[in-house]
């Protein structure tokens, strides 16, 4: 690992879906936007390493902002197991109290079948270990980011997660190597 890495954590474009739905990794992604991108990837450092989870929405993200990025699961939003596809609304009505119950404690719960947020840290913790020093743009999730910020604050998962992270915003973090991190700007949208 190198002593200094500029990371611009860029959150994939909107799913093009219905509300309330916890999506898919292969859920579409709307691109629509073009303004957007377009500032987006004029603010982007154009000789950065470029990485990406390996979910539709980013991959697609990634290419609109005019990267071919190498992609890496380390980066890919929570798992929420069984509970992926389906609707907030119809989970809650089916399991009352026992949803109600995760979302007290999202940050340590894991759905059935799938992962906590703390699990999602550690996993991101692995990524960040593996990247290389300079300018790193990161088109990702907004558990991811919100993980990066736990790791670069040394703050609670709790914490990390009341972070708003909108689609198509930016953030950058700066990894000082041994001393820490330094935090630029979270959740900065463009355009």
């Known amino acids: 690992m190198n002593d200094f890495s500029r990371l611009w954590l860029?959150?994939?474009?909107?799913?093009?879906?219905?509300?309330?739905?916890?999506?898919?990794?292969?859920?579409?992604?709307?691109?629509?936007?073009?303004?957007?991108?377009?500032?987006?990837?004029?603010?982007?450092?154009?000789?950065?390493?470029?990485?990406?989870?390996?979910?539709?929405?980013?991959?697609?993200?990634?290419?609109?902002?005019?990267?071919?990025?190498?992609?890496?699961?380390?980066?890919?939003?929570?798992?929420?197991?069984?509970?992926?596809?389906?609707?907030?609304?119809?989970?809650?009505?089916?399991?009352?109290?026992?949803?109600?119950?995760?979302?007290?404690?999202?940050a340590r719960l894991a759905p059935p079948g799938g992962e906590s947020f703390v699990d999602q840290i550690e996993r991101v913790r692995r990524g960040l270990a593996r990247l290389p020093g300079g300018d790193v743009v990161l088109v990702v999730h907004s558990g991811t980011i919100r993980a990066v910020l736990a790791i670069a604050l040394k703050t609670s998962p709790e914490a990390a997660l009341s972070f708003v992270i909108d689609p198509l915003s930016l953030t950058q973090i700066d990894r000082l190597g041994s001393s820490g991190w330094r935090i630029v700007w979270v959740n900065r949208v463009v355009g």
């Open 10 to 106: 860029v959150r994939h474009a909107p799913v093009d879906g219905p509300k309330g739905v916890i999506h898919a990794p292969e859920a579409p992604v709307d691109l629509g936007d073009t303004a957007v991108l377009a500032a987006l990837g004029e603010k982007l450092p154009y000789d950065a390493t470029v990485v990406a989870s390996p979910s539709r929405r980013t991959r697609e993200t990634a290419a609109a902002l005019g990267f071919d990025a190498m992609l890496d699961p380390d980066f890919r939003e929570q798992d929420f197991g069984t509970w992926t596809g389906r609707r907030h609304d119809d989970l809650s009505r089916e399991l009352g109290p026992a949803y109600d119950a995760f979302w007290q404690d999202a």
